[in-house]
């Protein structure tokens, strides 16, 4: 526990990296909340950043992990697919029954996978990258697109959400990593599946998704292609 705090705070690296699923669905849900920087973080750097470091010395950080959520009460969340729950339960984000939440956690599960694989090419040198992307991008990635294509669909015909009557984690989960793969000059390969274009559209237009897209203080895409 922490100390109790006027708004809840997320605390983690100058980027979006882990965090950006959580600051989109904080979005979707109005949450105001306190961000506290730590700076720019060299995976290469022994210490991760100054900032990261006194945080990590008072013992708040359960397992020596960022992103962390603090709740006005002191609760303190760590490791990002868990604060990511913790925020889509407590803002009724995570469905309208116990099935609708497993389903959210298959969405969750599945766009991770997606996002690290794609994550994954920023570190590959020329040689790899020429290899790894043919297979990337004409093999798997349509692939994944397809089946996230067939999964809305089977709820309301794909012109909703992706699980029940009302928005949720899932649906953030998912516009996120399309909006990865848009910044990153691949909407084309998204034009292919009708209903996710439609969705991603959809998405873009919710008022309270509009407003963290536009909002200055957003942090840089990440760019899969050159680091």
Known sequence: MSAELP????????????????????AEA??????RD?????????????EFEAIKATGILAFDKVPLWEETDGFCVVQSKAVL????RTRNLFGANDREATACDMIIDSVEEVSARALGLTSLDPDQLSEQLPLVLGEELPNWLR??????????????????DRVSVADTMVFG????????????????????????????????IARWLADPK????????NG
């Open 38 to 50: 730590l700076g720019l973080y060299d995976a290469k750097a022994k210490v991760k950043t100054p």
């Open 177 to 208: 990593m399309l909006e990865m793969l848009v910044d990153n000059g691949l909407m084309e390969v998204i034009e292919s599946y009708p209903r996710l274009r439609a969705f991603f559209t959809r998405m873009q237009q919710r008022p309270n």
């Open 218 to 225: 957003r942090f840089p895409p990440v760019q899969l292609l």
């Open 85 to 88: 729950r913790h925020i889509a």
């Open 147 to 164: 089946m996230f294509e067939r999964f809305i669909a089977k709820n309301h015909g794909g012109e909703g959400f992706f699980v029940g």
């Open 7 to 26: 708004l809840p705070r997320l605390s983690y690296f100058h980027a979006r990296g882990l965090a950006e699923k959580i600051r989109l669905l904080l």
């Open 30 to 35: 109005g949450v105001e909340y306190e961000y």
